[in-house]
């Protein structure tokens, strides 16, 4: 009778309160922190000093823990239905000099900074890490994913989120179905394929594709940029340039070696600065309706060939400050126009200091103006 | 083939509109039913007065079965691309896959009528004398004509009627609750080849979503639109109005349909945060996420579910 009453009393304890439960393992220097939360989210604080994870969880969930040397693991047996009693969180401290690899099924990561390498993974929610020394991956099916510096190599995906990283040390890949893409400074080379801007300050060699939205690349070594609909813009771009929008304009205010882009609508304006005039600095810009600029050097070896496919009516469209084969003469504002003038394209070629890179310039529905740099 | 569907292709007959071997089958019909005759007779006297009052139509823009045709190509395309949008049941009563349709043919004839009997041109025709050269130069320098088409040329006089497509750059300076804005902006959102248009007028028009146009031009982004950025900007502009009744059934929508993973996450987010943890709202959540292959989902909705009892 009196342990029937304690079964009771106990059951009816533990469908009142919520026991925290809690593990704990030492841990060395170097060594992986694995944690499986097949529910929750998981908040990892690294600011521990005294070699020990301690781990918590607010609910009556068992945690199972695994401890080694080189590695120290917690998991559960909890299942989506013991979330039927509110939110749930694995409250994890641990020293900052360990490698991460957390896994959230079904909630948030949020970590500290640590020292080693990070692997956050979950299927919707977002990630949250501050540095990182080592390597990340961080990969959500859903949420957004925000990092602070990453000393290696940086991989970030969601399938929808925005992805946010501040500088890194290695190389980088980003994909977002339907976020942004937004990066400080990367020392390797980047590929990124965003669903909206992508914005990069400065990298190494770039792949940049989205579907809708701008490009933004305050610097890089080389860039292969395309959007379905946006401007591709870069301050400074130290090697060879590919671009191509659907719609938008392309905008390179300094292009070290050659380029080449083109726009469905949009202008194209590309100020040349060699950084080796004797390499290869040959252009290709075409634009459906738009103009096309370019400022090239004085001492430039070109052989220049412009496009106007369809000329405006009454406009000048070949604009240069080099003498140009063919150029049409200076158009009346206003009454007679000559006839021969709207019956085929306005082409003009030059050859700079006798000729040499390729430069083809050319607009169906637009003007192309040439300047000295 | 029925009598009634013999007696849906009258119409057809009458207009010219029926292949050779159909118009054969009809007639063959017609000859044997007495039934399908009549509707024949009725029919054909509807179409004789109708034909009495198309005196003066003769200038009937040429492109207008072009664009009625079209706007009905668009209609269908949307149809068959989001079959599953009017199974929801909050806009079931309205959006019947027959009801669109028929709303669709009703908005093109409406167009077509419309038109002829006003006796409206969709383009006014401006004359040489009637517009000043200024305008017709900075028109042609700046603009990109296209489709130009003669419709009449007289050699005689040398007087020549031209129609096509003039598109030019456009700058313009409003306020959000100018009219001119919002059409411009609810033009780019049909940008059918330019996601980075729709997605930049989505941008703009989140900034004040408080009208009921913008957020009915939100919703149809967050519901139509091929982009998932698209999508997601929309859903995003909208989600602090989660829980006013048609934007909670447009998230509930996307949250059954929507194809990626990350914007059905933002909605599941965005109504849990912005609706009552009430057991009703609660259960249709329950209901329409219960077969997500996304844990995260799930799971949330769980939570919801749990907490709101």
Same mark, same amino acid.
């Given at each position: 009778m009196i342990r029937a009453v304690g079964l009771i009393g106990a059951s009816l304890l533990a469908t009142t309160f919520n026991f925290s439960l809690f593990a704990k393992c030492p841990v060395s220097d170097g060594a992986t922190l694995i944690v499986r939360a097949p529910v929750g989210d998981v908040q990892v604080d690294t600011t521990a000093r005294d070699g020990v994870v301690d781990v918590q969880v607010d609910s009556s969930v068992q945690l199972q823990e695994n401890c080694n040397k080189d590695s120290v693991e917690f998991t559960s047996n909890a299942s989506e239905q013991d979330q039927t009693r509110g939110a749930l969180v694995w409250r994890v401290v641990a020293p900052r000099n360990i490698n991460l690899d957390l896994v959230a099924t079904s909630g948030n990561i949020n970590v500290g900074d640590v020292d080693g390498s990070a692997v956050l993974r979950t299927a919707g929610g977002s990630i949250t890490a501050g540095q990182v020394k080592g390597n990340a991956a961080m990969i959500t099916q859903g949420g957004f994913v925000k990092a602070g510096n990453i000393s290696g190599d940086a991989e970030l995906r969601s399938q929808g989120g925005t992805l946010e990283v501040g500088d890194v040390g290695g190389n980088a890949e980003f994909h977002t179905t339907a976020g942004q893409i937004r990066a400080g400074t990367i020392a390797g080379s980047v590929t990124a394929e965003g669903g909206r801007a992508i914005f990069i300050v400065k990298a190494g060699d770039v792949k940049a594709t989205t579907n809708a939205g701008d490009i933004s690349i305050g610097d890089a070594a080389r860039i292969d940029a395309k959007t379905a609909g946006g401007t591709i813009t870069s301050r400074r771009v130290r090697g060879?340039?590919?671009?191509?929008?659907?719609?938008?304009?392309?905008?390179?205010?300094?292009?070290?070696a050659w380029v080449e882009a083109s726009t469905g609508a949009g202008n194209i304006i590309v100020h040349l600065v060699p950084e080796n005039i004797d390499g290869d600095l040959h252009m290709d810009l075409q634009a459906g309706i738009g103009d096309v600029t370019i400022y090239v050097p004085q001492r430039l070896k070109a052989s220049i060939d412009a496009t106007v496919q369809r000329p405006a009516f009454q406009a000048q469209q070949i604009i240069s400050d080099f003498p140009m084969n063919g150029l049409a003469p200076g158009r009346p504002a206003q009454g007679l126009i000559p006839n021969n003038r709207y019956y085929g394209p306005t082409h003009s070629e030059s050859l700079l200091n006798g000729g040499g890179n390729k430069i083809t310039l050319h607009t169906s529905l637009g003007k192309i103006t040439i300047r000295r740099q | 083939m029925t009598c009634k569907e013999y007696q849906h292709q009258i119409t057809l007959f009458l207009y010219d509109e029926l292949s050779e071997s159909a118009r054969f089958e009809l007639e063959t019909h017609l000859h044997n039913c007495a039934s399908c005759q009549g509707a024949y007779e009725s029919e054909k006297a509807m179409h004789s007065v109708l034909a009495e009052d198309a005196i003066g139509w003769d200038d009937i823009p040429s492109d207008l079965l072009v664009e009625s045709r079209k706007a009905l190509a668009d209609q269908l395309d949307r149809i068959e691309k989001k079959r599953s949008w009017w199974r929801m049941p909050a806009f079931s009563v309205v959006f019947t896959p027959m009801?669109?349709?028929?709303?669709?043919?009703?908005?093109?004839?409406?167009?077509?009528?419309?038109?002829? /009997?006003?006796?409206?041109?969709?383009?006014?025709?401006?004359?040489?004398?009637?517009?000043?050269?200024?305008?017709?130069?900075?028109?042609?320098? #700046?603009?990109?004509?296209? #489709?130009?088409? /003669?419709? #009449?040329?007289?050699p005689v006089t040398g007087q020549v009627e031209l129609a096509g497509e003039v598109s030019q750059p456009l700058r313009f300076q409003g306020k959000m609750e100018d009219d001119t804005v919002r059409n411009l902006?609810?033009?780019?959102?049909?940008?059918?080849?330019?996601?980075?248009?729709?997605?930049?007028?989505?941008?703009?028009?989140?900034?004040?979503?408080?009208?009921?146009?913008?957020?009915? *031009?939100?919703? #149809?982004?967050?519901?139509?639109?091929?982009?998932?950025?698209?999508?997601?900007? *929309?859903?995003?502009?909208?989600?602090?109005? *989660?829980?006013?009744?048609?934007?909670?059934?447009?998230?509930?929508?996307?949250?059954?349909?929507?194809?990626?993973?990350?914007?059905?996450?933002?909605?599941?987010?965005?109504l849990m945060a912005h609706n009552s943890k009430d057991p009703a709202f609660a259960k249709s959540l329950e209901e329409a996420a219960k077969n997500d292959d996304n844990a995260y989902i799930r799971s949330k909705v769980l939570q919801f579910v749990g907490t709101s009892k």
């Open positions: 060879p340039f590919q671009g191509h929008t659907e719609s938008g304009d392309i905008r390179l205010d300094s292009a070290a | 009801r669109m349709l028929e709303s669709a043919a009703l908005v093109a004839m409406g167009l077509a009528l419309g038109v002829y /009997v006003s006796n409206q041109r969709p383009v006014p025709v401006q004359t040489a004398s009637n517009t000043g050269q200024d305008s017709q130069i900075s028109l042609l320098r #700046n603009g990109t004509i296209s #489709n130009l088409q /003669v419709v #009449n040329s007289d902006l609810f033009s780019a959102l049909r940008d059918a080849n330019n996601p980075g248009s729709r997605l930049k007028a989505v941008e703009v028009l989140s900034q004040k979503p408080t009208d009921e146009s913008i957020e009915e *031009a939100l919703i #149809n982004a967050l519901v139509y639109d091929d982009d998932a950025g698209v999508r997601m900007r *929309a859903l995003e502009g909208l989600k602090k109005f *989660a829980d006013e009744q048609h934007v909670r059934a447009a998230f509930m929508h996307t949250l059954q349909n929507d194809d990626t993973a990350g914007i059905r996450i933002a909605a599941i987010d965005a």
